[in-house]
């Protein structure tokens, strides 16, 4: 089976832009999560689709936003880019559909954004 | 405020001797996970221990869960230099309406040969 897939891999933007990232979860799986990490801030949650529908929501502004289509892949946009959004997106999907916690994800490479 | 709090934040060790890492949190859990980062790359799930468990093996992997803690431990025995990488340990938080899954901030271990 594939992996998971994140594209693009690297992507540099100017502050106030807006980007869009793209995740394609293991095949059969219905939930996909999105987190951000920065050397500060480490891994955070940022939020996880299952069936098109937002199921949970980290502490992020609204300008973080996402999107799930009916087979699976989701998207993240964010809009008006800061220089503090530079970071490392990970994308993770999983089989289950009782919780983010229940069972193992399994992680993309990852999007690498750089805001300049 | 972070649900798992890794200890210590790096970790030094020559191959062959085992790395302990520690994990704890603040909240109850229904289980814990723990993940490992090769550098600047996804994660890649170890192990999940339910909280209803104590100890879970997995090859080289050992993972204590002490609930009346809040605390966990990761043991890699007989390392390799292929185990550099950071850990994380991962719980569930429920808040504001909403399940987070919540990392730690990691322990980066470097196993020299």
């Known amino acids: 089976k594939a992996g998971v897939t994140q594209t693009p891999r690297y992507l540099i933007k100017t502050r106030g832009q807006q980007v869009t990232l793209s995740c394609s979860p293991i095949s059969g799986h219905r939930s996909v999560s999105w987190y951000q990490q920065t050397p500060g801030q480490g891994l955070q949650f940022l939020f996880e689709y299952f069936s098109e529908t937002q199921r949970n929501k980290g502490n992020f502004p609204g300008r973080f936003s996402g999107r799930q289509f009916s087979n699976s892949r989701s998207e993240m946009n964010v809009s008006t880019l800061e220089l503090g959004d530079s970071a490392l997106y990970l994308c993770?999907?999983?089989?289950?559909?009782?919780?983010?916690?229940?069972?193992?994800?399994?992680f993309g490479p990852g999007t690498r954004l750089t805001v300049t | 405020s972070q649900q798992g709090e890794e200890d210590p934040q790096a970790l030094s060790i020559q191959e062959g001797e085992n790395a302990t890492m520690n994990c704890s949190y603040k909240?109850?859990?229904?289980?814990l996970q723990w993940y490992r980062q090769n550098s600047g790359r996804g994660l890649v799930h170890l192990i999940l221990i339910r909280s209803n468990e104590r100890e879970k093996h997995s090859g080289r992997l050992r993972v204590t869960l002490d609930t009346s803690k809040k605390s966990s431990s990761l043991l890699i025995t007989a390392s390799r230099a292929a185990d550099t990488a950071s850990y994380f340990c991962?719980?569930?938080?429920?808040?504001?309406?909403?399940?987070?899954?919540?990392f730690g901030a990691g322990t980066r271990l470097a196993v020299h040969p």
């Open positions: 991962a719980t569930a938080q429920f808040s504001g309406g909403y399940n987070k899954l919540i």
């Open positions: 909240t109850s859990i229904n289980n």
């Open positions: 993770a999907s999983s089989t289950r559909d009782r919780g983010l916690s229940s069972h193992e994800q399994y």
